[in-house]
């Protein structure tokens, strides 16, 4: 089945080491989203990939970073995570901006 | 900018009961709306949609929702609650403008009642 795959589920991390998630997808979506969702909130949008082109949201900090090196791979960098960057992290897809989104299903992230 | 308002941050109905899950947005322009619903440590999953046309749709689970332009609402409704409903649940609104970001709102932990 088509599907949007993340990994690890569980991630745990020690305060400022450099940690990476990874989500791939097998849609063959042009549209590539990374979400954060912190405990009891709305998953908040931090960044997306149209094809090869990078769009940040406003308010993402320069702590998390991505790359998308061919179509069915993003990853999300977080050069020093902090405890304050525990979260779920949420990747998601969509065939084209302005058509439905399909999430994976989440790596939650600890850090010590 | 787009803005979801979701009341109530638990829902709490008996099994068998109506659910029904409010939704009030705010856009400047013509909205996509969905609902989406997460289980425990689980990714989010499309219940259902609205673009263009019908305004009441159908989506999984025996859930719909009902677009209603002069209330800026989509609330989401099933008839009789099912144990496997307790989940919570996000409305979304996307600006058709062109750039896809989804404006989520907080939420509603359903929890079922046996």
């Known amino acids: 089945d088509a599907m949007v795959i993340q990994n690890p589920r569980y991630q745990v991390t020690q305060f400022g080491k450099p940690v990476t998630l990874s989500c791939s997808q097998t849609l063959n979506h042009n549209v590539m989203y990374w979400y954060q969702q912190k405990s009891s909130q709305a998953p908040k949008l931090l960044f997306h990939?149209?094809?090869?082109?990078?769009?940040n949201e406003a308010d993402t900090p320069d702590n998390f970073q991505s790359r998308r090196p061919n179509t069915s791979f993003c990853f999300l960098d977080i050069r020093s995570p902090g405890l304050g960057d525990a979260a779920m992290y949420l990747c998601?897809?969509?065939?084209?901006?302005?058509?439905?989104?399909?999430f994976g299903p989440g790596t939650r992230l600890l850090v010590l | 900018a787009q803005s979801v308002t979701q009341l109530g941050s638990h829902v709490s109905v008996s099994e068998g009961a109506l659910v029904l899950l409010r939704c009030n947005y705010s856009?400047?322009?013509?909205?996509?709306l969905f609902w989406y619903v997460q289980y425990p440590n689980q990714g989010l999953q499309l219940l259902l949609k609205y673009t263009t046309g019908a305004t009441l749709v159908k989506g999984i689970n025996g859930f719909e929702a009902e677009f209603k332009k002069s209330e800026t609402s989509f609330h989401l409704t099933k008839p009789s609650a099912h144990m496997s409903d307790a989940a919570e649940y996000f409305c979304?609104?996307?600006?058709?403008?062109?750039?896809?970001?989804?404006?989520f709102g907080k939420g509603n932990q359903v929890v079922v009642i046996p």
């Open positions: 990939y149209y094809d090869k082109d990078f769009n």
């Open positions: 979304a609104v996307s600006d058709t403008r062109g750039n896809n970001r989804l404006a």
């Open positions: 856009s400047s322009v013509p909205p996509y």
């Open positions: 998601a897809t969509s065939r084209d901006i302005e058509e439905t989104q399909y």
